[in-house]
Nanobody, 119 residues
C-alpha cells in the first residue's frame, strides 16, 4: 500500500525558514501531481502549492514569493521550501500525491506535520 511520510516541521521564529519533505513508498508505478495543503485550528484545509509531473507550479496568493515547491521523481519525494515565515503560516501541513499502482490511479495523503511560527 502507498504511504507518504512527512518530515521537516517544527518551531521557527518569524522571518525564518523551514524545508518540508514528503517521501512516498509502496508499489508505485508513476506519480502525477504533487501538492501541499495546510490546516490551521478551526479553519478549513487550504491548498498551498502544487507541482505537476512536467514541473509546472501553482501557489496560493498568501505564500507566493515566499514558498517554493519542488520534486524529485526518482526519490518519489516532494519538497516545500518555506522562507520569510509569518505567524499566519502556523498550521498542520499535509502532502498529497496522485500515484499509479497496480489497481490504478489514486490520491494519497501524508500524516501531517506541525509548523509553528512564533517568537
Amino acid at each position: 500500500q502507498v504511504q507518504l511520510v512527512e518530515s521537516g516541521g517544527g518551531l521557527v521564529q518569524p522571518g525564518g525558514s523551514l524545508r518540508l519533505s514528503c517521501a512516498a513508498s509502496g508499489s508505485i508505478f508513476s506519480i502525477r501531481d504533487m501538492g501541499w495543503y495546510r490546516q490551521a485550528p478551526g479553519k478549513e484545509r487550504e491548498l498551498v502549492a502544487t507541482i505537476t509531473s512536467g514541473g509546472s507550479t501553482n501557489y496560493a496568493d498568501s505564500v507566493k514569493g515566499r514558498f517554493t515547491i519542488s520534486r524529485d521523481s526518482a526519490k518519489k519525494t516532494v519538497y516545500l521550501q518555506m522562507n520569510s515565515l509569518k505567524p499566519e503560516d502556523t498550521a498542520v501541513y499535509y502532502c498529497q500525491m496522485t500515484a499509479g499502482t497496480r489497481t490504478g490511479w489514486g490520491t494519497y495523503w501524508g500524516q501531517g506535520t506541525q509548523v509553528t511560527v512564533s517568537s
